[in-house]
């Protein structure tokens, strides 16, 4: 009686820890928002000609500027297809002199990447603490360059946007 059913489960179960297997054995990618993910001066553009004159030369600091921020090209397509492939994670900075800032990237992540990727935003001045492989992002600052893994350097000429680097990396996955 509970043989058919056991003999029946069995598949499934395996299928269930293989899949756990697979996943665990995924490569750790990182991505960037500013300039990566986010088209950080779609959000400054957006802004009035007075709000942009006052915080010349620190435009991360407008309130609400994160919140108005579109994507970049290509990469809301670029994540859907890493994070089949990778365990994928957001790793982004946000100012300490615009606190709106950190809610604005939380919601900007749900909106845009899907609720279960809000759980996988990381907000760090320090991403040399990151353990993973690869890191995609357009700059070197914040500890990218004492990263572990290696730097996807968006932005330079060898990966001058999202599909340049959805190449490369589906390539080493
Ligand atoms: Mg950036």
Known sequence: MTRTNTTRSQPTRLRLVTKRVEAGRRKV??????????????????????VRAKYAGRYDEIPGVFARMQPLEGALDAYRRLRMRFDTYIASTAPWENSSAWSDKRDWVERHLGRPARKRLILTHHKNLLRGDFIVDDRTKRGVDRFEGEHVHFGSRAFPDWKSVVEYLLARA
């Open 29 to 50: 990618l990182y991505l960037d928002m500013d300039n990566v993910l986010v088209d950080f001066m779609s959000g400054v553009n957006a802004c009035d000609a007075r």
